[in-house]
Nanobody
Framework: QVQLVESGGGLVQAGGSLRLSCAAS????????MGWYRQAPGKEREFVAS????????YYANSVKGRFTISRDNAKNTVYLQMNSLKVEDTGVYYC??????????????WGQGTQVTVSS
């Protein structure tokens, strides 16, 4: 089993920034890709960004490209999501996830409990 714990959510005004963190523990591996997803009220969960541990290749949803940056610290088994120029439509619960392997468009196996991000106008 893999445990994921997110932190860093909160309330911010539009145009502001937040940094989310996700610490992984348990049967995890530095080879596992990790990602961030979000779910807005009344909407389905959607992919935000992901990063491969080896080489650090990252992927982003079109809606966040140029504003969000995913990064990781392998020594701490932690992945971060730096969110800049936040918009009201970025509001939602942000989930960290990981899997043994991942390709764009696929889901992941292990999930955190989520952290709320609210962007006010």
């Amino acid at each position: 089993q893999v445990q994921l714990v997110e932190s860093g959510g909160g309330l911010v005004q539009a145009g502001g920034s937040l940094r989310l963190s996700c610490a992984a523990s348990g049967r995890t591996s530095s080879n596992y890709p990790m990602g961030w997803y979000r779910q807005a009220p009344g909407k389905e969960r959607e992919f935000v960004a992901s990063i491969r541990w080896c080489g650090g290749t990252s992927y982003y949803a079109n809606s966040v490209k140029g504003r969000f940056t995913i990064s990781r610290d392998n020594a701490k088994n932690t992945v971060y999501l730096q969110m800049n120029s936040l918009k009201v439509e970025d509001t939602g619960v942000y989930y960290c996830a990981t899997d043994r392997a991942w390709t764009p468009g696929a889901t992941m196996t292990w999930w955190g409990q989520g952290t709320q991000v609210t962007v006010s106008s």
